[in-house]
Nanobody, 124 residues
Framework: QVQLVESGGGLVQAGNSLRLSCVVSERTFSTYAIGWFRQAPGKEREFVAA????????RYADSVKGRFIISRDNAKNTVYLQMNSLKPQDTAAYYCAAGGVPGLSPYRYDYAYWGQGTQVTVSS
């Protein structure tokens, strides 16, 4: 059973930055991804970004492209989400998830394990 623990959420003003961390208990396959998703109240959980352990290739949602950066530290089994130029519409619970299929899937059902989430609130 893969366990994921997120941290780094909080309350920030619009325009500021936060860095989220996701510590993964074990890596599954090197070609599988770790993804970040978010869910705002009353909305569906949506894809934010994903990264492949082995080669560091990445994928982003259009809504965060150019503002968010996903990275990983293989030695620490940790994936980061650097969030810059935050907007009030970025307010959500952020979840990291371990992929259950190869590649950079943006679909929730392709992720087998999930963390408990960390809250990000951006004030205007």
């Amino acid at each position: 059973q893969v366990q994921l623990v997120e941290s780094g959420g909080g309350l920030v003003q619009a325009g500021n930055s936060l860095r989220l961390s996701c510590v993964v208990s074990e890596r599954t396959f090197s070609t599988y991804a770790i993804g970040w998703f978010r869910q705002a109240p009353g909305k569906e959980r949506e894809f934010v970004a994903a990264i492949i352990w082995s080669d560091g290739s990445t994928r982003y949602a259009d809504s965060v492209k150019g503002r968010f950066i996903i990275s990983r530290d293989n030695a620490k089994n940790t994936v980061y989400l650097q969030m810059n130029s935050l907007k009030p519409q970025d307010t959500a619970a952020y979840y990291c998830a371990a992929g259950g299929v190869p590649g950079l899937s943006p679909y929730r059902y392709d992720y087998a394990y999930w963390g408990q989430g960390t809250q990000v609130t951006v004030s205007s």
